[in-house]
């Protein structure tokens, strides 16, 4: 039981409500566990002849109807969900619908409108259906109750929520978000291929995609390529960011990692796959078990060093998340000295910025401008990147908080290698 894809879903509430939620009653037998019993409510079932489609629960693990459709080993939950559909290719559908609609207008001698085509059009696909081709797609879920995350082996959005409103439905309530960072994962990847150096423990590999950040904009695709070369880094200095990346993590995970925070081809080295092997033993149900909890263990440690990697986690409301600060001063009125360095009372100061607006204009001034001006001068730092980790904003605000920069001669025009100066 490898996870092949991630999508990674923070539950908002208390995470013991929420096992509280699901585990009264005791968990001596299986069978009388609450979500057990929950789950058994819409079992995955074979679409009917007239039924497009069907989704219900199945048990990850073993097959037959005494398979317990939760596995549970210790904080760490699984399940899974099944989708039968049947497929009727949309050509056979459409050569059949205008050739009934062929017929109707040689024999009747008239017109057929939307309505009727519409109309003909069901009453074929009603007719086909016994016939068509049946897919199956199964889809595993896997919940951390201690840290209060949901992980789900999908890389599309819609086949998540799939899963989850079905949880939800049968359980009552289940409130969870995509976890997100304080920082765009496009932002902290083009930095790490701008400065050839990624955050600790991760390791750039040899396939990524850049792209222009205006609307007719195009991509670049690089595989097997040295992400370090100078083809790649004067597409960063022209203003391209990275929206997709392979890295590695210490020596147990290679994965690819895009500007949404979908983890795409996660792979398990042999290291964690021996291990795995060994403690599972002879059967197969031990090797699946050993495998699934060797999995959450190691995704117990990676996500929150790939979330620390992206400037931290950024908290659901409700959960202590902090507000956030108010802006050191706003571009006319400058910055209290005296305040910001902690200078000894009766001695005042105020610095005011070259290139900043007057108050009949106020509108147009970012009111973290002062607050940018500052930390550039302070650190000496003109990047985008360091923006966004200093004011926790996103790259598109950071980016023209940095041309206002460059406008007010506070920073340099970029250079060839993608830096600026400090004026």
Not at 2 to 10: K, V
Not at 358 to 365: F, L, N, P, R
Request: aromatic share 6%.
């Amino acid at each position: 039981m490898w996870f092949r894809n991630l999508l990674i879903y923070r539950i908002t509430q208390e995470i013991s409500a929420f096992v509280q939620g699901i585990k009264a009653g005791g968990d001596d037998e299986l069978a009388e566990h609450p979500l057990e019993v929950a789950l058994r409510s819409k079992p995955a079932r074979p679409c009917a002849s007239q039924e497009l489609s069907t989704y219900g629960f199945i048990a990850p693990f073993g097959k037959g109807e005494d398979a317990p459709l939760v596995q549970i080993s210790g904080d760490f939950l699984l399940i899974a969900t099944r989708k039968e559909e049947r497929i009727l290719p949309g050509s056979v559908v459409r050569e059949a619908v205008a050739e009934k609609v062929e017929q109707i207008e040689a024999d009747q001698g008239r017109k057929v409108y939307k309505k009727e085509r519409d109309q003909i059009k069901d009453e074929i696909i009603q007719a086909f259906l016994p016939r068509a081709f049946i897919r199956r797609k199964a889809t595993y879920a896997a919940i951390d109750t201690k840290s209060g995350l949901i992980y789900i082996d999908a890389f599309h959005p819609g086949r998540a929520e799939d899963l989850l409103s079905t949880l939800r439905e049968v359980i009552g309530s289940l409130p969870v978000r995509p976890i997100t960072t304080k920082l765009a994962p496009a932002s902290s990847m083009t930095d790490w291929l701008k400065t050839q150096k990624a955050a600790d423990k991760f390791f750039v590999l040899d396939e990524a995609k850049l792209s222009d950040t205006h609307e007719d904009g195009g991509t670049i695709a690089a595989r097997r390529q040295d992400l370090t070369s100078d083809e790649i880094q004067l597409c960063l200095s022209s203003g391209k960011v990275v929206t997709q990346l392979s890295m590695a993590w210490e020596d147990k995970l290679r994965f690819v990692l895009d500007d949404r925070m979908t983890i795409r081809r996660l792979a398990f080295e042999d290291l964690l796959r021996d291990q795995a092997e060994q403690d599972g033993g002879d059967d197969a149900l031990g090797q699946q078990v050993a495998s699934f909890v060797l999995m959450m263990l190691t995704f117990r440690e990676f996500v929150p060093a790939l979330l620390e990697a992206l400037g931290g986690e950024e908290i659901p409301q409700g959960l202590g998340e902090q507000q956030p600060r108010e802006p050191l001063a706003s571009a006319d009125e400058g910055i209290d000295v005296t305040k910001l360095l902690g200078m000894k009372d009766g001695l005042t100061a105020t610095l005011h910025f070259p290139g900043a607006k007057q108050k009949d204009s106020d509108d147009d001034v970012d009111p973290l401008y002062a607050g940018a001006v500052a930390f550039v001068r302070e650190s000496r730092r003109a990047s985008v990147s360091s923006l966004q980790r200093k004011l926790l904003i996103g790259y598109n605000r950071a980016a023209r908080l940095m041309e206002t920069l460059e406008a007010a001669r506070v920073v340099s025009p970029m250079h060839t290698d993608g830096s600026r100066e400090v004026l």
